[in-house]
């Protein structure tokens, strides 16, 4: 199963339209070079924080190489510094390496390692390493079946809001014969639905 990658751009430009207002200094100014589509600025005042050990710089220094924003496309180069960011807990760089392990971009495809990384960032809360995993422990690819784990992981991300996860559970809850679970999650899920089509 291929991950898309327009899951990290949402993720990380849902960063840097709030960072401005949480990070201060050259971190903001990298931030705000960034929005402006201004990469190879963006670029100069995030390489020396990330240098210097600032996670959020190595994320934003990872997914600039992993994009090809600024620089030439490099998943190995992203790999490195999403690797540095992730070590020091940074859920989002967890959740980015995870993607990368499954898709098997600059690292060899490697399912164990993937699921290692999206829980990492899962357990930290993360919507999307929560519903890859479900997804994960589904399909059962390279990685053993379990729906009672798939289940778990589901139920933190549809509890958050996770549209597909709350589907997925009804879907599961379906082949399972527990009717009045999967009639639940199906309707959170076209009460969703309905909402988006309100706002359209």
């Not at 960063?15 to 401005?20: A, K, N, P, S």
């Not at 934003?60 to 030439?72: A, P, R, T």
């Not at 690292?107 to 890859?132: C, M, P, R, T």
Request: glycine share 8%; hydrophobic share 35%.
């Amino acid at each position: 199963m291929k991950q898309s990658k327009s899951y990290i751009a949402k993720i990380f430009l849902g960063i840097l339209f709030v960072g401005i207002s949480l990070f201060a200094g050259d971190f903001e100014k990298g931030i705000e070079a960034y929005n402006q589509k201004n990469y190879k600025e963006a670029l100069k005042y995030f390489k020396p924080l990330a240098f210097k050990g600032n996670a959020q710089a190595q994320f934003g220094l990872g997914f600039m190489y992993d994009e090809g924003k600024g620089v030439k496309q490099d998943y190995k180069e992203a790999v490195k510094w999403y690797k540095l960011s992730a070590s020091q807990g940074y859920s989002e760089a967890q959740y980015n390496l995870g993607i990368l392990y499954e898709n098997g971009d600059g690292v060899k495809q490697n399912y164990k390692e993937a699921v290692k990384w999206y829980k990492l960032s899962a357990s930290q809360g993360h919507i999307d390493s929560q519903f890859n995993l479900g997804v994960m422990y589904t399909i059962g690819e390279k990685i053993k079946k379990d729906y009672k784990e798939a289940i778990k992981w589901y139920k933190l991300a549809a509890y958050q809001g996770h549209s597909m996860a709350k589907y997925n559970l009804g879907l599961m809850y379906h082949e399972k014969k527990d009717y009045k679970k999967a009639f639940k999650y199906c309707i959170k899920m076209e009460m969703e639905l309905n909402k988006i089509i309100k706002r359209l």
